[in-house]
């Protein structure tokens, strides 16, 4: 009696640990992910707008209760977070107890229960509502949405993976700003003492040049000065160039790889994919995209022109045809008369739940023919099927009429 208990106990708190990863991508995290989304926005509003002086009463009570609302949903989370802080694969070797209080001690802990803390203060009148609390607040929530979004993961990553790289273009950074502190401070000390008679007043004037942020509260005046600090300007846009390109091809690179892993989840689960061997479906992994969809959402429509075709990974479409409708399942495939005819597609298709599609591109499909004629060959040969079909249907229905 006492196994079966603590058995449907883990699988509750393992399936409610998933769902409030920020990784998860089971339909009930996705879910999640966007109440939680909303949730935050009207908070971030409600204090936004909670900071302005002189509100009718009525406006100040219905805030009060969105920023009560929000505060009690934060509480719920971080009492379930902590619940099921022992499905954490990293506090895999402690007990129920230790793990919880790890958990609460993380980051990721002490930023959800700061979160929390000063909305029910409010709440209960300990402190007022007025513009510095509010900006406590949009910091604080602000934080937990950031511990929790994957774009901070992946820029950690990104970050880590580039430190090297970053590292040397920040060493030039350092070598122009102190080149160019020092040379503006022998140029220009005699002439403005005040500004540049020390040398930490003059890297403030090169951090502030170099940034290309210029406030213009501190120029140079003689000729060796405005040489040297044109050519910390030009730096300045090299450098921040540098970085950026760094960052940027560094981040591309990172979502690739994650969208990489999230296909090959996907990909598995279509037999037409899995029937080829591994090098060619890795080839193919890269070119397709992972879409979801919830239930009645067209995803294409008659007579649109075509540019992609779609293999159902999970879920199910309905093909709207004139005589009578066909539904597809996991595994099938739709889109693909488009791109063989090079016509408008030939039906309207809805799902009829929700829907997980991987998407293949037509450049992309052209050159996957070249590469893999096996799997063009089945998709064209159900086409093939497809267009008999529909034009026995049509035949019987002028027939009929
Ligand atoms: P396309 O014409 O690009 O867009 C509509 C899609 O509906 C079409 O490609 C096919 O993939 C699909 N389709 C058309 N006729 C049938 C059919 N008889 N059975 C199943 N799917 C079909």
Known sequence: MVTVVAATTSTLRARVHATLRHSDDSRSGRRWRAFHLLVLGSGLLAVA?????????????????????????????YALRLWSAPETLRYGGLSEGRAR??????????????????????????????????????ILWILKLSVHAPAMTTLARVISNERATLASVLIIFVIVLVAAATATHFFERSDQPDLFGDLPSSLWWAVVTLTTTGYGDIVPHTVGGRIVGSVVMVSGILVLALMTGILATGFAEEVRRREYLRVWDQVVKVPMFTELGTVTLSEIVGKLRVRYYPPRFVVVRRDEPGDSMFFISEGEVEVRLPRQPVRLGQGGFFGEMALLDRLPRSATIVTTRPTTLLVLYASDFYEIAAHIPSLVAAVEKEAHRRRQENEAGRMATDGAA
Do not use: K, N, Q
Request: glycine share 2%; aromatic share 8%; hydrophobic share 65%.
């Open 49 to 77: 707008v909670s900071s302005v002086p002189s509100l009718p009463d009525t406006v100040e009570h219905l805030l009060a209760f969105v920023i009560a609302l929000v505060a009690a949903v934060f509480l719920v989370e």
């Open 101 to 138: 209080l790890a958990w609460a001690l993380s980051a990721t802990g002490l930023i959800g229960l700061l979160a929390v803390v000063p909305a029910f203060a409010i709440t209960l009148r300990a402190i007022r509502a007025d513009s510095d609390i509010a900006a406590i607040f949009c």
